[in-house]
């Protein structure tokens, strides 16, 4: 299964757009990558999934490379409500579809 | 549209007591079902995983066991709580047959053991 990597931590001024990257440079070309969050204390929301396009919905924006060794979500206008973890997934075909969470990325949205 | 019920939102049990959980989702049909767990600091960890009634995987070996007696609820019980059972559960759904389904998850629980 494909692994992933995330920074622990980012900063991220209010109004500003938050950029979080994502390596995964073992990815096979029938996995998906999904990104989700988690706000303190609630269940994981779904953000967005891809697989080679670039995807954009209501809450953000995916870009993967070319290669599909990497991808960055962008929330184009961070509010103080977007502060959480942040999580990018590659699927575990293997468990039912299952989603295999790594550590995250925590974003600290400031005024 | 999909919904999906998670309780209770919170329990405080003994240990050695027996554990209840129920989640139920409505909207949709035959769904994968997942129960994960989230120590307390730690990240989520993928306990069992259903594709339908009564077939129900487990990914790690534990003192819990889950089950799924209609279609859409899917239970988390065990006979005898220990302290590292203490976490916050979360049950998901995702829909069958699309290998790029989301998972959407419930709101969970806060189990601790005392």
């Known amino acids: 299964d494909a692994k992933t990597t995330q920074p622990p931590s980012m900063d991220c001024a209010e109004g500003r757009a938050a950029n979080l990257p994502c390596n995964h440079s073992?990815?096979?070309?029938?996995?998906?990558v999904y990104w989700y969050r988690q706000i303190h204390s609630q269940g994981p929301q779904y953000i967005i999934h891809?697989?080679?396009n670039n995807e954009t919905n209501e809450m953000a924006s995916l870009i993967i490379t070319e290669d599909r060794k990497s991808s960055t979500l962008i929330l184009p206008h961070a509010t103080l409500r977007d502060t959480a973890v942040y999580y990018c997934i590659v699927r575990v075909v293997h468990s039912g579809y299952a989603l295999n969470f790594g550590k995250g990325t925590s974003l600290l949205v400031t005024p | 549209s999909q919904t999906i019920h998670q309780w209770p939102a919170t329990l405080v049990q003994p240990v050695g007591s027996p554990l209840s959980l129920e989640c139920t989702v409505e909207?949709?049909?035959?769904?994968?079902l997942y129960w994960y767990r989230q120590a307390a600091g730690r990240g989520l960890q993928l306990l069992f995983y259903?594709?339908?009634?009564?077939?129900i995987s487990s990914e790690v070996p534990q003192n819990l066991s889950a089950s799924r007696p209609q279609d859409r609820q899917f239970i988390l019980s065990s006979k005898k709580l220990l302290l590292s059972d203490s976490g916050f559960y979360l049950c998901a759904w995702s829909a069958q047959g699309a290998d790029n389904s989301p998972l959407h998850f419930g709101n969970g629980t806060r189990l601790t053991v005392t």
């Open positions: 073992t990815i096979s070309g029938n996995e998906y």
């Open positions: 909207g949709t049909s035959n769904p994968n």
């Open positions: 891809g697989l080679k």
């Open positions: 259903s594709i339908g009634i009564d077939q």
